[in-house]
């Protein structure tokens, strides 16, 4: 069979909304963008870890920690479920994270930032995982069969963090006065680096063309950011918290808000690693990995003794 026959039925799988799977013939660029989407999917989860996981001793309760604890545990699973996603690629665990570490490889901007009060960890569950769960709906649905089986299980634990995020924001906007004003302060340092989040405008995206028409993703930066606005206006609203934006405002014709677009000059910077924790987030990663080498070494070796017996038996 030529190559043009194995184009013809990929095309057609993708035409019936049939998935791809690992064994399935696919273009090389196919592969290579999600590979490169997914191992950075991976990589934002578990560099998410990290600006949570520093208050977890610091939460305000016992009930708050666990919950804190059970949030960041699912964020390191997510990691794995994506990255064995993208090894069934032909790419390797080791390859992805090498990447990761040397700079090679990007992250969600937004895990650049630091966290400075505990409202910024209830505004993290809002905003960003409400964002993330925005993004990630769709992928559900993804072209590629292991990726969207990942984001079955995924969608449904960001529902839990989201929803742990805003029961904080409602804790406090509804508290004491200076609490209200943590809320607010994280609103505000939050708000722009989370519409940064789904990408840049359409027209500046590389990759957003060919994610759509491989049905990888089925919404453009643009349609899922405008939605994420429309609906977060309303959640503030009811906290009574104020969107750090004076030109938002209804346009009836689309019904929907017209809002300021973020700073993209700074998003690239962040992307680039000069955001404010990219060089703090990269080390810890790399500490991470160097204090686990000898778990690894130790599960290696385990594997192969089992295999011996197994083999001798």
Not at 149 to 162: G, L, N, V
Not at 220 to 225: A, E, H, K, P
Request: glycine share 6%; charged share 25%; proline share 4%.
């Amino acid at each position: 069979m030529d190559i043009l026959n194995f184009e013809n039925i990929f095309e057609g799988k993708l035409s019936r909304n049939e998935m791809i799977e690992p064994k399935d013939w696919m273009p090389e660029n196919y592969r290579k963008h999600l590979i490169r989407q997914i191992s950075q999917h991976a990589h934002s989860e578990i560099v998410g870890m990290l600006p949570e996981g520093n208050w977890i001793s610091r939460a305000p309760s016992l009930r708050a920690k666990l919950v804190l604890m059970a949030k960041v545990q699912d964020e390191g699973g997510h990691g794995l479920y994506l990255y064995t996603a993208a090894e069934s690629l032909g790419t390797s665990r080791d390859e992805m994270l090498d990447a990761l570490h040397t700079g090679k490889a990007k992250y969600s901007s937004i895990f650049n930032y630091p966290t400075l009060s505990w409202a910024d960890i209830g505004t993290i569950g809002w905003l960003v995982d409400g964002a993330a769960i925005m993004n990630q709906v769709m992928l559900q649905r993804s072209s590629y069969g292991p990726y969207s089986r990942a984001m079955i299980r995924i969608c449904k634990e960001e529902s839990f963090h989201q929803r742990q995020g805003y029961e904080i924001m409602t804790k406090m906007a509804f508290g004491t006065p200076e609490q209200k004003e943590m809320a607010q302060d994280a609103l505000n340092r939050w708000w722009y680096p989370t519409l940064m989040m789904f990408g840049p405008p359409d027209v500046e995206s590389p990759n957003s063309d060919n994610a759509i028409k491989w049905r990888i993703k089925r919404e453009t930066n643009d349609q899922l950011r405008q939605r994420f606005v429309n609906q977060t206006v309303e959640q503030a609203e009811y906290l009574n918290l104020t969107i750090p934006d004076k030109n938002l405002k209804w346009n009836e014709a689309k019904k929907g808000y017209d809002f300021s677009e973020p700073n993209w000059a700074e998003f690239k910077n962040v992307i680039s690693g000069n955001g404010p924790c990219n060089k703090e987030r990269l080390d810890k990663r790399r500490q991470a990995h160097q204090d686990g080498e000898w778990v690894r070494a130790a599960a290696t070796a385990y594997a192969k003794k089992q295999n011996e017996s197994y083999q001798a038996a």
